[in-house]
């Protein structure tokens, strides 16, 4: 069982915009401001597409989007794109001794 | 450009070990924290363990506690993770990574290299 908890799939067709939460606890996601997502397509490796909650790397497209509310981080996609679908997953620095955790991570499908 | 290479996986037998490297190219390598980061086959991702710029801190995912060792060879652009005392559940995907910051996100990632655990 992951540390943090996605949900397993969303859906949402082109044009549409999607969130896809990350919930966690006090010690991890409500914690800190250091939540990152991920995206990653079948066969290849992750990529940054946030990081610290909100902000996206230099090439990142703007379609994407963080925040935070309490224990639960959220990634929007908006004006969804075929390219969009692929697994999504969100990470957070933990005061645990594990020191970060993954979430379980988001099947997108663009209908 | 970044890059990063992972090597050294493959089939192993329950209880026996592998040393995966992973070679950094493109950046400063002696200045990021470095990571480990695994993916179970059609599972989702998993922090192994990582290690700051001078190697004098290193944090390992529980399951791993005692059994793998991360190091790093700056002179040589290259981050290693020694594998002991390994069991199925660690077939996985092996991505080395680089961290943003210590605290945030990986911002690199390598192809990954894939370890098989069977007898």
């Known amino acids: 069982q992951s540390a943090l908890t996605q949900p397993a799939s969303v859906s949402g067709s082109p044009g549409q915009s999607i969130t896809i939460s990350c919930t966690g606890t006090?010690?991890?996601?409500?914690?800190?401001?250091?939540v990152s997502w991920y995206q990653q397509h079948p066969g290849k490796a992750p990529k940054l597409m946030i990081y610290?909650?909100?902000n996206r790397p230099s090439g990142v497209s703007n379609r994407f989007s963080g925040s935070k509310s309490g224990n639960t981080a959220s990634l929007t996609i908006s004006g969804l794109q075929a390219e969009d679908e692929a697994d999504y997953y969100c990470?957070?620095?933990?005061?645990?001794?594990?020191?970060?955790?993954f979430g379980g991570g988001t099947k997108l499908t663009v209908l | 450009e970044v890059q990063l290479v992972e090597s050294g996986g493959g089939l192993v037998q329950p209880g026996g070990s592998l040393r995966l490297s992973c070679a950094a190219s493109?950046?400063?390598?002696?200045?990021?924290?470095m990571s480990w980061v695994r993916q179970a086959p059609g599972k989702g991702l998993e922090w192994v363990a990582n290690?700051?710029?001078?190697?004098?801190?290193?944090y390992y995912v529980d399951s791993v506690k005692g059994r793998f060792t991360i190091s790093r060879d700056n002179a040589k652009n290259s981050l290693y993770l020694q594998m002991n005392s390994l069991r199925a559940e660690d077939t996985a995907v092996y991505y080395c990574?680089?961290?943003?910051?210590?605290?945030?996100?990986?911002?690199?990632w390598g192809q990954g290299t894939l370890v098989t655990v069977s007898s």
């Open positions: 493109g950046f400063t390598f002696s200045s990021y924290w």
């Open positions: 006090s010690s991890d996601v409500g914690g800190y401001n250091y």
């Open positions: 610290d909650v909100s």
């Open positions: 990574a680089r961290d943003f910051t210590v605290t945030t996100g990986f911002d690199y």
């Open positions: 290690i700051k710029q001078d190697g004098s801190e290193k």
């Open positions: 990470s957070s620095y933990t005061s645990s001794s594990t020191l970060k955790v």
